[in-house]
């Protein structure tokens, strides 16, 4: 704390470049913020073709571009439905809607609120007998309990007012909040919209912007509350989205260092005494409260003394008052009087001797990083941290890309899902308004809608295409069109389904045309397979598919990412009939045990790109009688499932090689082929039917 202004700077600068050589620097920040709106977007489109009445916010760090790898930070969801109404005023109730009175007395809290039941036919009170999530107050009043949130997301785990998914694919944790949102600012804060620091900050088009957002309330009260099961917590999470996408460069890095000092020293021993959002809020009051000259990148460190200071008094006095709604303590019940000490002890310590501090560490290895840049290491070690901070660089846009992929297969899972059991017209209605929002929707909508618009059309040519094989065994001009449309969805996927088609028409000659192209195309790029049916381990990326991801934009996806193939039963006729056994891979037993979310997709036939490539090519040689490039496709399809670790539907490409093993008169190794399958997936696999029928034909000698 004490050292001299020229060292300071000196330490500053060369902090700055540590921190922009991890990934906090402007060109990182921006493409996350952009990427996590893009998927924001992705997803809030999907709600609205499938009709749910729902949307959703990308909030938090890995949204903020205010996280590094080694922070390893959640990702934050905030979701609303649209038939929830809260109101601070009557004139805000609404007709058909689940109104809600947000009330604040003597009583709540200051941040939080009890919410009152009140009628969807006109504006009053709702008086009835109280139920399982209701009680009736001393006033008469009915109050929702925020208890009604639990249990609302299947598997997930209950960390305060989220609700934790640590299953998705490739993906980071997620904290689902769910939330139920008031269009008008909160009363409580309305003073915040008229304050003004010295740093003349937050402006005031963010004070309008914030004011805009209106507000939410969270299923959570507050530890210090009479009643917590009634109290909600008021959040004004969009307001302070915009603040934190309006700090600069130097704040958002003095943000990272104060969460690496809270995860290292702070919090380590798994006891979370100060949250992330403490730090934010924090950090905001300081921005508010000096002159804007101080957060500069030569003042790095100042600017972390300053906020370890506040931090200190916050701690000291058992107070931090929430950036907005100032009444609201932080701190309120957070920890014992022990607790108190030892934080203390820590963060004055901290103040006392922060380079120190700093070198200690060894998140995303900043200490050894801060040490080379000082000279305090041989330059061998200088060299090694340059060759790692460009690959540091490489793995998070790859990072980034994968993700904006996993998104797209995962809103095109939830697509499917809806479409699954609608009539063509249905499905129709859905593309149409797909289209409408491409046409008519801003940058990002439009965006988005051409992410994911390719597989829809292919989707739904697809259908079309089974319906008329079925009528005529030929494939309709409009089901072309559409699946032509959708052809550059990924490298792979939509081809393979147009080449399913003409093979299901007899049409070998146009499918083994459409294969050879997209065997071609698959070997041009460094591609990986893509898939969110179920869980697996991170995919394992090449050093061109990392090069690729760093030197193009998000559009590359779909030249270097292969989508598993997705069959739902309305395009039955047009997949070969090894394919179709799939679709009923499970038993009464295995229907009960399901996850009815995430396993939706077990009533399809679904194959990862590659093997379904080679399985066409193999049938459709087998009827040219070109046997040598036949024994070829075979070949590579067994290769691929030995050796490619990143395919996520191995089962079903062993249940396919099994069947070729029988058509080559080899029942021996398709017995084994079916066991292998079983061992990748015990249950809902229809390796069970086809050992079934491989024994029983050869028990009777066929």
């Known amino acids: 704390m004490f050292q001299e202004p020229d060292i300071r700077e000196n330490l500053s600068r060369k902090l700055s470049e540590v921190l922009h050589d991890i990934g906090v620097n402007e060109i990182m920040v921006m493409k996350t913020r952009k990427n996590s709106m893009l998927r924001e977007t992705m997803r809030n489109i999907i709600h609205r073709l499938t009709d749910l009445n729902i949307t959703e916010y990308f909030l938090g760090s890995q949204s903020e571009g205010t996280t590094t790898i080694g922070l390893n930070s959640d990702f934050d969801i905030l979701g609303y439905h649209h038939d929830f109404n809260v109101i601070q005023d009557w004139s805000e109730w609404a007709r058909d809607k689940f109104n809600l009175l947000m009330i604040q007395d003597e009583n709540t809290t200051p941040g939080y609120c009890f919410l009152q039941l009140l009628r969807h036919d006109e504006p009053l009170p709702l008086t009835v007998i109280p139920g399982e999530y209701n009680i009736t107050d001393r006033s008469g009043r009915v109050l929702l309990k925020n208890t009604i949130i639990n249990g609302l997301i299947q598997g997930a785990v209950g960390h305060g007012p989220a609700l934790n998914e640590q299953e998705e694919p490739g993906l980071p944790d997620t904290d689902n909040v769910i939330a139920c949102s008031c269009k008008s600012w909160p009363q409580s804060a309305l003073g915040w919209l008229e304050r003004q620091g010295i740093g003349r900050w937050p402006t005031e088009e963010m004070r309008r912007y914030a004011a805009s957002t209106g507000c939410f309330v969270?299923?959570?009260?507050?530890?210090?509350?009479?009643?917590?099961?009634?109290e909600w917590r008021i959040s004004t999470s969009l307001a302070e989205r915009c603040l934190v996408l309006n700090l600069n460069i130097t704040q958002i890095r003095c943000y990272v260092l104060l969460k690496m000092i809270l995860k290292k020293f702070l919090n380590h021993r798994g006891k979370i005494n100060i949250s992330s959002f403490m730090c934010k809020t924090v950090l905001l009051h300081c921005i508010e409260n000096t002159e804007p000259?101080?957060?500069?990148?030569?003042?790095?460190?100042?600017?972390l003394t300053y906020c370890l200071l506040e931090?200190?008094?916050?701690?000291?006095?058992?107070?931090?008052?929430?950036?907005?709604?100032q009444e609201n303590n932080l701190m309120a019940g957070e920890f014992t009087a022990e607790t108190k000490r030892?934080?203390?002890?820590?963060?004055s310590e901290f103040i006392q001797n922060d380079r120190h501090i700093l070198l200690r560490i060894d998140i995303d290895n900043l200490g050894h990083r801060l040490q080379v840049k000082l000279n305090m290491l041989p330059y061998a070690a200088y060299f090694m941290y340059s060759l790692i901070s460009l690959e540091i660089y490489k793995n998070l846009l790859t990072s980034e890309y994968l993700n904006i992929a996993y998104a797209f297969s995962q809103n095109h899972r939830h697509i499917l899902k809806h479409l699954h059991n609608k009539n063509i017209g249905t499905i129709k209605k859905s593309l149409c308004k797909l289209i409408t929002f491409c046409d008519n929707g801003n940058r990002l909508d439009q965006a988005a809608c051409r992410f994911m618009t390719p597989l829809i059309f292919t989707t739904y040519g697809s259908v079309l295409a089974s319906s008329s094989i079925h009528e005529n065994n030929q494939v309709s001009p409009e089901a072309l069109v559409w699946l032509s449309a959708g052809l550059n969805s990924d490298i792979s996927s939509s081809r393979l389904k147009l080449a399913s088609v003409f093979y299901s028409t007899g049409d070998m000659k146009k499918a083994e045309l459409i294969l050879r192209h997209a065997h071609q195309q698959y070997y041009s790029y460094p591609v990986v397979p893509i898939c969110t049916c179920w869980n697996k381990l991170p995919l394992a990326v090449t050093a061109e598919f990392k090069k690729v991801s760093s030197e193009q934009s998000e559009d590359c996806?779909?030249?270097?990412?292969?989508?598993?193939?997705?069959?739902?039963?309305k395009e039955i006729?047009?997949?070969?009939?090894?394919?179709?056994?799939?679709?009923?891979r499970s038993t009464q037993d295995d229907m009960i045990r399901?996850?009815?979310?995430?396993?939706?997709?077990?009533?399809?036939?679904?194959?990862?790109?590659?093997?379904?490539?080679y399985f066409l090519q193999y049938k459709i040689y087998s009827h040219f009688q070109r046997h040598q490039d036949q024994q070829q496709a075979l070949n590579k399809l067994i290769r691929t499932i030995v050796a490619d670790k990143n395919l996520a539907h191995r089962e079903t490409a062993l249940n396919i090689l099994g069947q070729c093993m029988e058509q080559e008169n080899r029942p021996q190794q398709a017995l084994k082929c079916y066991m292998l399958s079983l061992q990748q997936r015990q249950r809902n696999n229809v390796a069970n039917l086809h050992i079934c029928k491989l024994l029983s034909g050869v028990l009777n000698g066929q």
């Not at 969270?218 to 009634?230: D, F, H, N, R």
């Not at 996806?557 to 039963?569: L, P, W």
């Open 218 to 230: 969270v299923a959570t009260g507050s530890k210090i509350s009479k009643y917590p099961e009634l």
């Open 293 to 303: 000259s101080i957060w500069e990148e030569n003042k790095l460190f100042t600017c």
């Open 311 to 325: 931090l200190h008094t916050c701690v000291q006095n058992g107070y931090c008052s929430h950036f907005i709604i």
């Open 342 to 347: 030892e934080l203390l002890r820590h963060i």
């Open 557 to 569: 996806i779909k030249h270097i990412t292969a989508f598993c193939v997705r069959f739902i039963q």
């Open 573 to 584: 006729n047009c997949i070969p009939h090894e394919l179709q056994y799939e679709m009923f």
């Open 594 to 613: 399901r996850n009815e979310n995430k396993d939706c997709w077990m009533d399809w036939a679904v194959v990862d790109s590659l093997p379904f490539l």
